[in-house]
């Protein structure tokens, strides 16, 4: 099996373009010293970022051909904790709120890689922690935009009724992402703990032996659900 | 050879430049949010917005998602595709702007 390595590996000697062109141009392997499932994560989240690019382009055309006033999403999403309402406060925690998640994450990976299996486990189910409350806080402004603005996806009171269609349809299926990615977390963090990467534990589901660099892939992911929301903030809340 | 044979090392980094990246994420949201607390308006609003945000996207990609420690082939897979989103988002920026202009004749005062 001595072609097949020789076409996994990098060829050491190869930078810049050259490598590029080398590894496109080779028979077998094109993303070399890239673990499989790293590689099919980043080509999932490509297919993702056609996703959220279609929700958000149809977002800047519905806002760019309505005739009708756009409603104020700095007053629309303000909250005054018993004083001014501060113009969207919210907004603002839960975007610190999903960036530390994903400072502890890159810290879980690195962790992971060192083989320290508590430190990857508690860093993993304190990301999970800040993505369940940053889920908490997004059903708490859609309970607030629906029962107390009286927002729907046909029609709201402040202006533009696609305001109300887009905002539910990305900021829903941002937060469905985030979800997932709760989940998955917890579940990593359980077969870290386990100590299933260390053992080599195969995996119930797809009888894989699996390691740390899955930690990684679940990284990519959520760094993804992070990069989403950058530009879900500047897009729909600051514009 | 086994698949993970080929890649012990995984991507392994210092751990400083993760915390600098963290805290630089933390002044660019700090900035984006400053200029909706202060009432930034029009084109200088809409270039900081898009500055702080193209920033923090590349420190995430760049660092967070160890772009920039990987080979050429995967980045430009990743990174070359999008450009039809740029296009995309061009077409339908014309395409609304020829709505809007429509609506103002046919629905307009």
């Known amino acids: 099996m001595t072609d097949q390595s020789l076409s996994t590996t990098a060829s050491p000697k190869k930078s810049g373009w050259e490598s590029f062109t080398a590894d496109w141009s080779s028979d077998q392997r094109t993303f070399k010293n890239v673990p499989w499932g790293k590689a099919m994560m980043w080509i999932f989240l490509l297919s993702d970022t056609f996703i959220f690019s279609c929700f958000l382009i149809s977002y800047?055309?519905?806002?760019?051909?309505?005739?009708?006033?756009?409603?104020?999403?700095?007053?629309?999403?303000?909250?005054?904790?018993?004083?001014?309402?501060?113009?969207?406060?919210?907004?603002?925690?839960?975007?610190?709120?999903?960036?530390?998640?994903?400072?502890?994450?890159?810290?879980?990976?690195?962790?992971?890689?060192?083989?320290?299996?508590?430190?990857?486990?508690?860093?993993?189910?304190?990301?999970?922690?800040?993505?369940?409350?940053?889920?908490?806080?997004?059903?708490?402004?859609?309970?607030?935009?629906?029962?107390?603005?009286?927002?729907?996806?046909?029609?709201?009171?402040?202006?533009?009724?696609?305001?109300?269609?887009?905002?539910?349809?990305?900021?829903?299926?941002?937060?469905?992402?985030?979800?997932?990615?709760?989940?998955?977390?917890?579940?990593?963090?359980?077969?870290?703990?386990?100590?299933?990467?260390?053992?080599?534990?195969?995996?119930?589901?797809?009888?894989?032996?699996?390691?740390?660099?899955?930690?990684?892939?679940?990284?990519?992911?959520?760094?993804?659900?992070?990069?989403?929301?950058?530009?879900i903030f500047a897009f729909f809340y600051l514009w | 050879m086994t698949n993970s044979d080929a890649h012990v090392e995984g991507q392994q980094h210092p751990l400083g430049i993760y915390f600098k990246i963290w805290g630089l994420l933390f002044v660019l949201s700090a900035c984006s949010y400053a200029v909706d607390y202060y009432h930034v308006e029009s084109y200088l609003r809409w270039t900081l917005i898009i500055i702080f945000m193209l920033l923090k996207a590349g420190l995430i990609l760049a660092v967070f998602m160890h772009l920039m420690w990987e080979r050429l082939a995967l980045l430009y897979a990743m990174a070359l595709p999008p450009i039809a989103v740029m296009v995309f988002i061009a077409l339908m920026s014309i395409e609304s702007d020829y709505t809007n202009a429509t609506r103002g004749i046919f629905f307009g005062p």
């Open chain 1, 60 to 231: 800047m055309t519905v806002r760019m051909s309505s005739t009708v006033p756009w409603p104020n999403p700095s007053e629309v999403f303000a909250l005054s904790f018993g004083g001014e309402p501060i113009p969207l406060i919210l907004i603002a925690i839960m975007t610190f709120i999903l960036i530390t998640s994903s400072g502890t994450m890159v810290l879980a990976v690195n962790y992971g890689y060192r083989k320290d299996r508590a430190k990857t486990a508690i860093l993993l189910l304190i990301t999970a922690a800040f993505g369940a409350s940053f889920v908490g806080m997004q059903v708490f402004e859609w309970t607030k935009l629906i029962v107390e603005e009286g927002v729907r996806p046909w029609s709201n009171p402040m202006g533009a009724a696609q305001f109300g269609s887009t905002f539910f349809m990305i900021t829903g299926f941002h937060g469905f992402h985030v979800t997932v990615g709760v989940i998955f977390l917890v579940l990593i963090a359980r077969k870290v703990w386990r100590g299933d990467y260390d053992n080599e534990t195969r995996g119930f589901f797809t009888s894989r032996k699996g390691n740390y660099e899955i930690v990684e892939t679940m990284g990519l992911y959520w760094h993804f659900v992070d990069l989403v929301w950058v530009f």
